[in-house]
């Protein structure tokens, strides 16, 4: 079993409601970053989504693995993965983004925009 | 936000997306309790969140506390979702396609379109309604709900085409638990009971609604008739006015005054052009430079970023223009908006209309107007264009027909006597003017030049270099009538104007002199000279020599044939062997050498075989249009001294003979 050797970011709902943050867990595991606890991906916190995980990214990081397993997503959570996709590139260009578990609903929506050709989906 | 539960369910949330999850939920609760499966559920919660989110994307910045609106209905086989906003709109696109994978936006109205089965967008002076069926996946899962609905009698909608852009008037109420619910549902509390007994209240209802709905159509009847009267008297225009300019200004100004806005620009975009070109103005000493419509222009001008999108531009206080914008040094502080003037996806040009900033933003029916007038500004901006071409066409047609007639009188007119033969040419331009040409220059009494020439080409530049080149020999055969010598001057004089457009010419020189019984051949790149014999053999006279324009300076070589060996000599292009059939095929110098072969005949005139070989090709071109210019001379032994008389008619098809017709036929 991996250790988890740095948490370095774990906000819980409450919290990060008072910040008027996303809800989410981020967990630093060596050079991968797992991320999860997402309730929801959208329009309306696509945004800070991607201000949190981009004040939160270390430069060594070369994989970023999201957890869909409890989110629930629109474009705008699609535009918020493009984006996120785009800010890592530019900082590490071989950093890759994994999304894990997806629901039935999510997996659909990345079915219709083609965007499961972008990113890689695996269920664990 | 608030509902109404049944076959119908009715919410009410503000136009913020941080309520419409919230909706989502709730329209998804209402969907599961009408027994619609899991597939149909996600569909229809995820296209409502969409629509959602586009609604609220697309809101009127200057009214934060507005609502939106949605309705869904489950009929025995359907889904119909309506979204209602109140914002000023957006184009409906018929279809929707997806954005590169690296844009971070445009996607909602193809997820929207992929997801249900029809989609409507209704685009109202108050509202906007989005409106999307589903077909439901199974029978079994079919309700029967109850006739019973919860909505206000009189304004229950069947079909979108049927909506008014008032039913939504019937305003919800507050109940004791909080909870909003829709008018007409059994819903009272005790703060209800001093209130009119239900029959008067829903009397009362209805009336106050009606007058709603009467006032509404009243204002949007007014609003229109004063639109279209504007467009007619700008059709009435369109007839006297010749230019796009006089034009619009009739038509903007009527705009100004419908969409109460204070200033316009149109610029146009000519065609093949990349740059928007101010055309006209309500400032009439407002000087833009133009625009070029590069993609990095779009940050400083609103009016690129509209030509490139394709889509409107809004601007307002809060919302400025990029200080560099030449319409915010022009009009600074204004509210407005730049709508690409288009005709399909063909970008004509861009319309901005705007308001000083001491007035509010436009409304969505001004923005509904300025998109029909830019609608029908484009339909006048074509049909002007199309007049200006016809025009244009006109005028181009008319002076190819002078030049045709200024190249056909550079042809002889009559052919010089030359004792004991005859002459004939023909030339046809395979377009209104060619490269092709002959000439017969007379020497002396027993000596002619005779000259074909093929300019590289079709048309106008072709046409110019031969009248060039018919000039050039003809002062040079004042100067020299040795072949090789003319051609080697001619090739020095005209080199640098033929160089300086890649282009060359053919042409081969003869002088025919009957004294010394010869003919002294020079060619430039040309098709051989093709002489009968008296031993009905053909031969081809080709002496070495490259075409004029190659080279500044280059030799020709000559070729002598002696006249008592041959019955007649032939010059032409290549148009001639070149002319094509039905099939496809070239008719050749093999055809032509058989032809000669059986038709040479010391009886045979020059008339007669110009006519003959004339006649043989177009028997074997057929209906095929000519492809090049086609042209020949024919110089041919006759016994009897012919009478000159004959004038050549110039026409574009003309055999010019000589000598004349009736004496060719007395010989035969």
Same mark, same amino acid.
């Given at each position: 079993m991996r250790a988890r050797v740095q948490s370095f970011f774990q906000r819980k709902s409450a919290a990060a409601k008072a910040a008027g943050k996303s809800e989410m867990t981020i967990l630093r595991d060596g050079e991968t970053l797992n991320i999860s606890d997402i309730r929801e991906l959208a329009a309306v916190n696509g945004k800070s989504f991607n201000l949190q995980l981009s004040a939160a990214l270390p430069a060594n990081v070369r994989h970023i693995d999201i957890d869909l397993s409890e989110t629930r997503m629109d474009c705008g959570g699609v535009g918020a993965l493009v984006a996120l996709r785009k800010w890592a590139r530019r900082q590490n260009r071989d950093v890759a983004i994994r999304l894990l578990n997806p629901t039935h609903p999510v997996r659909r929506l990345f079915n219709l925009t083609r965007m499961d050709q972008v990113f890689p989906i695996e269920h664990k | 936000m608030t509902c109404s539960s049944g076959a119908t369910c009715r919410l009410t949330l503000p136009?913020?997306?941080?309520?419409?999850?919230? *909706?989502?939920?709730? &329209?998804? !609760?209402?969907? *599961?309790?009408?027994?619609? =499966?899991? !597939?149909?559920?996600?569909? %229809?919660? $995820? &296209?409502?969140?969409?629509? %959602?989110?586009? +609604?609220? &994307?697309?809101?009127?910045?200057? /009214?934060?506390?507005?609502?939106?609106?949605?309705e869904l209905r489950c009929e025995t086989n359907a889904i119909e979702i309506h979204v209602i906003d109140h914002g000023p709109g957006f184009d409906w696109p018929d279809e929707a396609e997806l954005p590169d994978e690296s844009e971070e936006h445009g996607r909602r109205l193809f997820i929207i379109q992929s997801l249900m089965q029809e989609t409507f967008y209704l685009r109202g002076l108050s509202q906007n309604r989005l409106v999307m069926r589903m077909a439901r996946h199974s029978d079994a899962q079919r309700i029967n709900f109850p006739d019973t609905n919860v909505e206000i009698p009189g304004v229950r909608v069947s079909s979108p085409a049927a909506m008014s852009p008032c039913e939504e008037s019937s305003e919800p109420y507050e109940n004791a638990a909080g909870t909003k619910v829709a008018a007409g549902e059994d819903a009272r509390t005790p703060a209800d009971e001093q209130a009119p007994p239900p029959q008067l209240a829903a009397v009362q209802q209805k009336l106050a609604l009606s007058e709603h709905v009467i006032g509404t159509m009243a204002k949007e009847i007014c609003f229109r008739s004063e639109e279209l009267a504007a467009i007619f008297r700008s059709t009435s225009e369109l007839g006297r006015a010749n230019d796009i300019e006089t034009f619009s200004d009739r038509l903007l100004n009527d705009l100004l005054h419908l969409a109460n806005a204070d200033w316009f620009v149109l610029r146009l975009l000519p065609k093949d052009s990349r740059k928007l070109i101010l055309s006209n103005a309500s400032q009439s000493d407002l000087a833009l430079c133009p625009i070029e419509l590069r993609e990095d222009h779009a940050a400083q001008s609103a009016e690129a970023q509209a030509a490139l999108s394709r889509g409107n531009v809004s601007f307002h206080p809060q919302r400025p223009l990029h200080p560099k914008d030449a319409l915010a040094i022009a009009h600074p502080g204004s509210s407005g908006l730049v709508r690409p003037i288009l005709m399909g996806q063909t970008l004509l040009g861009t319309l901005t209309v705007g308001r000083q900033s001491s007035q509010p933003p436009f409304s969505a029916e001004h923005v509904q107007v300025v998109h029909t007038f830019s609608e029908f500004l484009a339909i006048q901006i074509i049909n002007i264009r199309l007049q200006q071409e016809h025009l244009d066409h006109r $005028?181009?047609?008319?002076?190819?027909?002078?030049?045709?007639?200024? !190249?056909?009188?550079?042809? =002889? /007119?009559? #052919?010089? /006597?030359?004792?004991?033969?005859?002459?004939?040419? #023909? %030339?046809?331009?395979?377009? !209104?003017?060619?490269?092709? #040409?002959?000439?017969?220059? =007379?020497?002396?009494?027993? /000596?002619? $030049?005779?000259?074909?020439?093929?300019?590289?080409?079709?048309?106008?530049?072709? &046409? $110019?270099? +031969? *009248?060039t080149l018919h000039t050039l020999i003809r002062t040079m055969a004042e100067w020299t009538h040795r072949p090789v010598e003319l051609l080697e001057r001619v090739n020095r004089l005209i080199y640098d104007e033929l160089s300086g457009v890649d282009m060359f010419i053919t042409a081969q020189v003869v002088l025919a002199d009957t004294r010394k019984r010869r003919l002294i051949v020079a060619n430039a790149g040309h098709c051989p000279l093709l002489v009968t014999g008296r031993d009905h053999t053909i031969r081809a006279i080709s002496p070495e020599g490259m075409p004029l324009g190659i080279l500044p300076d280059v030799t020709f070589e000559h070729a002598v044939v002696p006249m008592s060996d041959c019955t007649a000599a032939i010059l032409y292009t290549d148009g001639l062997t070149e002319a094509r059939n039905a099939h496809g095929e070239f008719y050749g110098q093999e055809r032509l050498f058989n032809w000669l072969k059986q038709n040479q005949s010391p009886l045979q005139t020059a008339a007669g075989l110009s006519e003959g070989l004339l006649a043989e090709v177009k028997s074997f071109q057929g209906q095929v249009s000519l492809s090049d210019d086609q042209t020949f001379l024919v110089l041919a032994e006759e016994i009897q001294v012919p009478s000159a008389d004959e004038q050549f008619e110039p026409e574009a098809q003309s055999i010019v003979h000589f000598p004349a017709r009736a004496a060719s036929a007395a010989q035969v």
């Amino acid at each position: 079993m991996r250790a988890r050797v740095q948490s370095f970011f774990q906000r819980k709902s409450a919290a990060a409601k008072a910040a008027g943050k996303s809800e989410m867990t981020i967990l630093r595991d060596g050079e991968t970053l797992n991320i999860s606890d997402i309730r929801e991906l959208a329009a309306v916190n696509g945004k800070s989504f991607n201000l949190q995980l981009s004040a939160a990214l270390p430069a060594n990081v070369r994989h970023i693995d999201i957890d869909l397993s409890e989110t629930r997503m629109d474009c705008g959570g699609v535009g918020a993965l493009v984006a996120l996709r785009k800010w890592a590139r530019r900082q590490n260009r071989d950093v890759a983004i994994r999304l894990l578990n997806p629901t039935h609903p999510v997996r659909r929506l990345f079915n219709l925009t083609r965007m499961d050709q972008v990113f890689p989906i695996e269920h664990k | 936000m608030t509902c109404s539960s049944g076959a119908t369910c009715r919410l009410t949330l503000p136009s913020r997306l941080e309520s419409i999850r919230d *909706a989502a939920r709730t &329209a998804r !609760q209402f969907l *599961a309790e009408q027994n619609l =499966p899991e !597939q149909d559920l996600t569909a %229809c919660e $995820l &296209a409502l969140v969409e629509a %959602c989110n586009n +609604a609220v &994307a697309y809101s009127d910045p200057h /009214k934060p506390d507005s609502e939106i609106q949605i309705e869904l209905r489950c009929e025995t086989n359907a889904i119909e979702i309506h979204v209602i906003d109140h914002g000023p709109g957006f184009d409906w696109p018929d279809e929707a396609e997806l954005p590169d994978e690296s844009e971070e936006h445009g996607r909602r109205l193809f997820i929207i379109q992929s997801l249900m089965q029809e989609t409507f967008y209704l685009r109202g002076l108050s509202q906007n309604r989005l409106v999307m069926r589903m077909a439901r996946h199974s029978d079994a899962q079919r309700i029967n709900f109850p006739d019973t609905n919860v909505e206000i009698p009189g304004v229950r909608v069947s079909s979108p085409a049927a909506m008014s852009p008032c039913e939504e008037s019937s305003e919800p109420y507050e109940n004791a638990a909080g909870t909003k619910v829709a008018a007409g549902e059994d819903a009272r509390t005790p703060a209800d009971e001093q209130a009119p007994p239900p029959q008067l209240a829903a009397v009362q209802q209805k009336l106050a609604l009606s007058e709603h709905v009467i006032g509404t159509m009243a204002k949007e009847i007014c609003f229109r008739s004063e639109e279209l009267a504007a467009i007619f008297r700008s059709t009435s225009e369109l007839g006297r006015a010749n230019d796009i300019e006089t034009f619009s200004d009739r038509l903007l100004n009527d705009l100004l005054h419908l969409a109460n806005a204070d200033w316009f620009v149109l610029r146009l975009l000519p065609k093949d052009s990349r740059k928007l070109i101010l055309s006209n103005a309500s400032q009439s000493d407002l000087a833009l430079c133009p625009i070029e419509l590069r993609e990095d222009h779009a940050a400083q001008s609103a009016e690129a970023q509209a030509a490139l999108s394709r889509g409107n531009v809004s601007f307002h206080p809060q919302r400025p223009l990029h200080p560099k914008d030449a319409l915010a040094i022009a009009h600074p502080g204004s509210s407005g908006l730049v709508r690409p003037i288009l005709m399909g996806q063909t970008l004509l040009g861009t319309l901005t209309v705007g308001r000083q900033s001491s007035q509010p933003p436009f409304s969505a029916e001004h923005v509904q107007v300025v998109h029909t007038f830019s609608e029908f500004l484009a339909i006048q901006i074509i049909n002007i264009r199309l007049q200006q071409e016809h025009l244009d066409h006109r $005028l181009t047609t008319r002076e190819l027909d002078i030049a045709r007639n200024i !190249q056909q009188s550079l042809l =002889p /007119k009559s #052919f010089p /006597k030359l004792v004991g033969y005859g002459l004939s040419g #023909f %030339c046809r331009n395979a377009r !209104q003017v060619g490269g092709d #040409f002959f000439n017969v220059l =007379p020497l002396s009494e027993d /000596k002619v $030049l005779l000259v074909v020439a093929d300019v590289m080409g079709k048309g106008v530049p072709a &046409a $110019l270099f +031969a *009248a060039t080149l018919h000039t050039l020999i003809r002062t040079m055969a004042e100067w020299t009538h040795r072949p090789v010598e003319l051609l080697e001057r001619v090739n020095r004089l005209i080199y640098d104007e033929l160089s300086g457009v890649d282009m060359f010419i053919t042409a081969q020189v003869v002088l025919a002199d009957t004294r010394k019984r010869r003919l002294i051949v020079a060619n430039a790149g040309h098709c051989p000279l093709l002489v009968t014999g008296r031993d009905h053999t053909i031969r081809a006279i080709s002496p070495e020599g490259m075409p004029l324009g190659i080279l500044p300076d280059v030799t020709f070589e000559h070729a002598v044939v002696p006249m008592s060996d041959c019955t007649a000599a032939i010059l032409y292009t290549d148009g001639l062997t070149e002319a094509r059939n039905a099939h496809g095929e070239f008719y050749g110098q093999e055809r032509l050498f058989n032809w000669l072969k059986q038709n040479q005949s010391p009886l045979q005139t020059a008339a007669g075989l110009s006519e003959g070989l004339l006649a043989e090709v177009k028997s074997f071109q057929g209906q095929v249009s000519l492809s090049d210019d086609q042209t020949f001379l024919v110089l041919a032994e006759e016994i009897q001294v012919p009478s000159a008389d004959e004038q050549f008619e110039p026409e574009a098809q003309s055999i010019v003979h000589f000598p004349a017709r009736a004496a060719s036929a007395a010989q035969v």
